[in-house]
C-alpha cells in the first residue's frame, strides 16, 4: 500500500494547481440511496476516530484508561483475533493520554499477539515504527503507525483468506472503544456525548458477520453475538436521544464482554 | 531464439505485458487518492490507512456506506490512474440528502467531497466514474478526519 507520506513532491504541487482549477461538483440534493450496489457493508471506524470526537465534547482524563498488563495468551485464533482489536484500541487510550511508556509495551504486546496469529512478519516495522515515534513524542505518527498496524494485521489475515477473523479484529477494536466512549459519557452525560453512540448499522454488519462465522463458536463469540442483540435497542432510538441509563447499560455490557475478551 | 519462440515472444506474451501496463490497477488509482489527500495532511487531517476500490464502466455508480461522528470533520478524495476519465464523489444521509460542504470539488481524475457530520450516524459515499476513455477504470476512494 502506497503512504501519503510517500508522495513525491510534485504531487502537491499538482493539487495545489487543481485547487485554482477545479469545479465545485454538481450533484443531485436527493437521491435514493437504496438504488445503490455498496463496495463495503459498512466500513468500520477506527477508535481514534470516535475519541477524537468525544475530545471535541470537552476534557477526558484519558490517563484512567490506559492499560498495559500483558493479559492472556489464547490457542483460539479467534480469541486472539478479538484480543490483538482490543490491544490496538488500547494503543490509541495511550496516545489521547500521551503515555509513551504504555504506547511502547502496547506495541510489543500487538507485536506478540500478531506473531502468535501467524501473522507477525508484517507488524514488525509497525512495532518499531511505533516505538521511535512514542519515544519522540510525535503522537500523530503513533497514531498513523496504529492505523497502519490494524491495516496490515487484517490485509496479512485477507491474504491467508482469514477474512473472518480480520473480522473479529475491528470488532474487539470497536468493542474496546465503545467500553471507553461509554465510561467518559456515563461519568459527564451529555445528549451530545450519548449521540456518538448512534451506530445501529455497525451494530447490525457485526451480528451479521458473528452469525457467519458458526466454526468460530467460542463462548466469547457467542457472549458477544448476545449482547448485540441487547445494545441495539439502547442505540436505536429513532429520532429519540439515547439515555443515560442506555449509556450505563452499554458500558456494563461492553466492560462484561472486555473482561471476557482479555482474560483466559 | 528459433522462430516459434520469437513468435510467441512478439505476438502473445508482449501484447499482454504491454496490456499489463496499460491498464493499471486499484493500487495505482490509490496512489491518485492520496495524492488528492496531500494537501489536506498538512492541514491536520488524518488519512486513514485502509481504502475501498474496484473498477466501473463509464457512468456507473457505487456507494461506501460508512459511520460518521457528530464533532468530526471528513474529507473523502477519490482517484484514477486513467488521465483522460473524469470522476465524482458526493456524501448522501441515510435519507439520501445531500450533505457535503459546498468547497467539494471535481476535477479530472481527481475528486474530494467534504462533510461535517449533524449527527452521528452511517452515510452514503457515492463514486462515479462520469465518462472514460476506458472500458472500465479503476477507483479508489481513502478519507480522513480531523
Redesign the interface.
Not at chain 1, 450533484?27 to 440511496?33: D, K, S, Y
Not at chain 1, 463496495?39 to 477506527?46: E, I, K, N, S, T
Given at each position: 500500500?502506497?503512504?501519503?507520506?510517500h508522495?513525491n513532491k510534485w504531487?502537491?504541487f499538482?493539487?495545489?494547481l487543481?485547487?485554482f482549477?477545479?469545479?465545485?461538483?454538481q450533484?443531485?440534493?436527493?437521491?435514493?440511496?437504496k438504488q445503490?450496489?455498496?463496495?463495503?457493508?459498512?466500513?468500520?471506524?477506527?477508535p481514534?476516530?470516535?475519541f477524537?470526537?468525544?475530545n471535541?465534547?470537552g476534557p477526558v482524563n484519558w490517563k484512567e484508561f490506559v492499560r498495559t498488563e500483558k493479559g492472556a495468551n489464547f490457542s483460539e485464533r479467534p480469541r486472539t483475533a478479538l484480543l490483538l482489536g482490543n490491544v490496538i484500541a488500547d494503543g490509541f487510550i495511550a496516545v489521547q493520554a500521551q503515555d509513551a511508556p504504555a504506547v511502547k509495551d502496547i506495541g510489543q504486546r500487538v507485536l506478540s499477539l500478531a506473531k502468535g496469529i501467524g501473522v507477525g512478519a508484517s507488524i514488525t516495522p509497525h512495532a518499531k515504527a511505533i516505538t521511535e515515534a512514542a519515544d519522540k513524542r510525535k503522537w500523530?505518527n503513533v497514531?498513523?503507525e496504529l492505523?497502519?498496524t490494524?491495516?496490515s494485521v487484517q490485509q496479512a489475515m485477507n491474504e491467508l483468506q482469514d477474512q473472518k477473523l480480520s473480522q473479529l479484529v475491528s470488532l474487539g477494536g470497536w468493542l474496546r472503544g465503545t467500553q471507553i466512549l461509554t465510561s467518559v459519557v456515563h461519568r459527564h452525560f451529555t445528549q451530545?456525548g450519548a449521540?456518538?453512540?448512534?451506530?445501529?448499522?455497525?451494530l447490525k454488519y457485526f451480528g451479521d458477520r458473528l452469525t457467519a462465522m458458526p466454526e468460530y463458536s467460542v463462548p466469547v463469540v457467542e457472549s458477544i453475538k448476545h449482547a448485540l442483540v441487547e445494545v441495539r435497542p439502547l442505540i436505536d432510538t429513532g429520532s429519540k436521544p439515547i439515555s443515560a441509563d442506555a449509556v450505563k447499560k452499554i458500558n456494563d455490557i461492553t466492560t462484561r464482554l472486555d473482561g471476557e475478551i482479555v482474560t483466559r | 531464439m528459433n522462430p516459434r519462440r520469437q513468435f510467441v515472444l512478439l505476438f502473445l506474451i508482449v501484447p499482454l505485458i504491454l496490456r499489463g501496463i496499460a491498464s493499471g490497477s486499484v493500487d495505482d488509482a490509490q496512489s491518485f487518492a492520496l495524492q488528492a489527500a496531500e494537501p489536506y495532511v498538512r492541514e491536520g487531517f488524518q488519512v486513514r490507512e485502509d481504502y475501498w476500490g474496484g473498477d466501473l464502466a463509464a457512468g456507473e455508480k457505487k456507494a461506501v456506506r460508512q459511520q460518521l461522528f457528530k464533532g468530526n470533520e471528513y474529507w473523502f478524495w477519490m482517484g484514477t490512474e486513467v488521465s483522460h476519465a473524469r470522476i465524482s464523489v458526493h456524501i448522501y444521509d441515510k435519507d439520501g440528502k445531500l450533505v457535503e460542504q459546498s468547497d467539494s470539488w471535481q476535477k479530472g481524475h481527481f475528486a474530494a467531497a467534504h462533510v461535517v457530520p449533524s449527527t452521528t450516524d452511517s452515510y452514503f459515499i457515492i463514486v462515479a466514474v462520469e465518462e472514460s476513455p476506458e472500458e472500465r477504470t479503476h477507483w479508489a476512494l481513502v478519507y480522513g478526519f480531523r
Open positions: 500500500m502506497i503512504s501519503v507520506f508522495i504531487a502537491g499538482t493539487l495545489a487543481l485547487g482549477t477545479a469545479e465545485a461538483a450533484a443531485p440534493q436527493h437521491i435514493n440511496v445503490y450496489k455498496t463496495v463495503a457493508d459498512v466500513v468500520v471506524p477506527l481514534g476516530e470516535v477524537g470526537a468525544l471535541k465534547l500523530d497514531r498513523l492505523d497502519r490494524q491495516n451530545e449521540e456518538l453512540l448512534h451506530q445501529p448499522d455497525l | -
